[in-house]
């Protein structure tokens, strides 16, 4: 699947050729997918050119998961608020849940 101007990459995401101008106030948001020599696969986020150092405690979130869905639903939401609010300080500035959303699909937050 192809848009116009567009260059497919990667989980769906949408890259603007480099001719293309950057929009206004944004920067540049990729996820890129790593494979570890021991099999294991790694979701990095790249924003700006720069490694979004940040990742999800898997064993905790399995342990909570084991205690029931209500647990499983206030974890995930705990992520979710805390990715967000990481992302904002990265950027210096407060972006929501539908704006890393679109980010991931158009390749600038």
């Given at each position: 699947?192809?848009?116009?101007?567009?260059?497919?990459?990667?989980?769906?995401?949408?890259?603007l050729p480099?001719?293309?101008?950057?929009?206004e106030?944004?920067?540049?948001?990729?996820?890129?997918?790593?494979l570890?020599?021991?099999?294991?696969?790694?979701?990095?986020v790249?924003?700006?050119?720069?490694?979004?150092?940040?990742?999800?405690?898997?064993?905790?979130?399995?342990?909570?998961?084991?205690?029931?869905?209500?647990?499983?639903?206030?974890?995930?939401?705990?992520?979710?608020?805390?990715?967000v609010?990481?992302?904002?300080?990265f950027l210096?500035?407060?972006?929501?849940?539908?704006?890393?959303?679109?980010?991931?699909?158009r390749?600038w937050?």
């Amino acid at each position: 699947m192809q848009e116009e101007n567009k260059i497919e990459v990667q989980d769906n995401q949408f890259i603007l050729p480099d001719d293309d101008p950057i929009p206004e106030g944004k920067v540049k948001f990729e996820t890129r997918i790593k494979l570890h020599s021991n099999g294991s696969v790694e979701r990095e986020v790249w924003i700006g050119g720069e490694k979004f150092d940040w990742s999800v405690d898997v064993t905790s979130f399995h342990e909570a998961v084991k205690m029931g869905p209500m647990y499983k639903k206030a974890v995930q939401a705990d992520i979710v608020k805390h990715f967000v609010d990481s992302v904002s300080d990265f950027l210096g500035r407060k972006v929501t849940m539908k704006e890393v959303n679109e980010a991931t699909k158009r390749g600038w937050i």
